[in-house]
């Protein structure tokens, strides 16, 4: 009876908590939903005021994302985005993996090699991350362009790597730090080489770790406009870049379009959290949540 009368009054205060997790998410994602709404509505509607919540769904603005008339209406040309979605996710995902792969290694040498200066040099390479972005596009801009580097895919790639790297060695180191060394230690009194014990020991113990890492370093690449805007070419150029074309000079933002590219570039980060959701929450605390 007393186990009852406790569930009982579990019931109310867990429904409470989730009807306020709730409320807070969607105040959170309403920019979110209002945008994919706005893809969906016509020009008018979009611009309608009071907003409507009730109207007739188009896709003529995810059209005129990829395709564009000509001035009299008998052309139709392509926009070159789907190049920019090419740009955006070649550039991300070469750039995250170089940074986990080195990441991990560097991480491996701090975590378990007994190094001088060791605090000092992790000291080091927070700093560099801590550097805003903004006081190092000038000597970059200079060096890709004495080097003939700037506006390829290797001078974005570079520097997304450079910038992700100290969060990837922290976030990794963090996690081999809680590993436990006994089976480290059992396989290298066996011969295996750290190489060999960060392969088949350590990583597959910090999967969750990974992928947390992994999703922020995208996300940060994925949505950064700075870099992009300054260190690449016509053939390089990422969404974030292309998406300024939408405002025109003379007619304004056309604002159905602008929400329709918004909208398929946030469905790859939203695809990829969802699969690795349990990693992510995991990763994020430090694996203190359970499976």
Known sequence: MQDEGLASMR?????????????IGLVYFFPVIWMILAAFKTRVDALATPPKLFFTPTLE?????????????????????????????????VSVGLA??????????????????????????????????????????????VTGLGGGYVAI????????????????????????RPIEEAARLDGSSDLKILWRICLPQMRAGIAATAIIAFVFTWNDFLFSLLLTSVDTRTVPVAMTRVVGADVGVDWGVFAAIGTIYLLPVLFI?????GQLLRGATFGTVPR
């Open 273 to 277: 959290a969802f699969l690795l959701q």
């Open 157 to 180: 790639i570079l520097v997304y790597t450079a910038f992700n790297l100290p969060f990837a060695i922290w976030m990794l180191k963090s996690f081999l730090d809680e590993l436990h």
């Open 100 to 145: 986990l792969a080195l990441g991990g290694l560097a991480a491996y040498g701090f975590s378990r090699l007994r190094l001088v200066g060791r605090d000092y040099f992790m000291f080091y390479v927070l700093v560099l991350r801590m550097v805003p972005p903004i006081t190092a596009i000038v000597p970059l801009y200079f060096l890709f362009r």
């Open 11 to 23: 019931r109310p205060a867990g429904f409470g908590r989730t009807l306020v997790a709730t409320l």
């Open 61 to 93: 603005h995810f059209w005129a994302s990829f395709h564009r008339l000509s001035a009299d209406g008998s052309q139709i040309f392509d926009t070159g985005l789907d190049r920019n979605f090419f740009n955006s996710l070649f550039i991300s995902l």
